[in-house]
């Protein structure tokens, strides 16, 4: 069977991951998309170094991404070690900013979506830039991805 997602993480929720009630701790939905579009750029040859800059192929670029917003509804309660998937989507493409809508699913159901926004940067200035040539080609190869105007861009 073919997922929607463009990628699929898995993940049991550990116990450093919830409060004294055993839930999860609600940031930790956030942080879990932001894995799983790490881990989907990592499978079109885009990474992060130990100093936050981006390596495409094994090669550093001279731009970087940030995080410019986020957001997140969580539909049910997740607790101490549920096993979750993670499905990812590239949501758009702006001049300046990308975004990723993410799903957290516990067997099936929805329990919680999200969605991040990065921010292409220049590392020496840090000030926005155009999303470069190649993280568009990486993003798009064997995706269907949203184009078009959004505000902040």
Request: charged share 30%; aromatic share 8%.
């Amino acid at each position: 069977m073919k997922s929607r997602y463009l990628h699929l993480s898995r993940r049991r929720v550990r116990f450093a991951e919830t409060d004294c009630t055993t839930r999860v701790f609600f940031p930790r939905y956030v942080e879990w998309i932001d894995d799983a579009v790490q881990d989907f750029m990592r499978e079109r040859g885009l990474e992060f170094d130990e100093r936050g800059n981006v390596v495409y192929r094994g090669l550093k670029v001279e731009w970087t991404l940030v995080t410019g917003e986020y957001h997140c509804r969580m539909l049910k309660p997740l607790r101490l070690n549920d096993q979750l998937e993670l499905g990812i989507e590239v949501g758009r493409l702006g001049r300046r900013s990308l975004n990723f809508r993410g799903e957290v699913l516990r067997g099936g159901e929805l329990v919680a979506t999200g969605s991040i926004t990065y921010v292409c940067v220049d590392p020496r200035s840090m000030r926005s830039r155009e999303l470069p040539r190649e993280l568009i080609e990486a993003l798009n190869t064997g995706s269907h991805v949203g184009k078009g105007p959004s505000s902040g861009d």
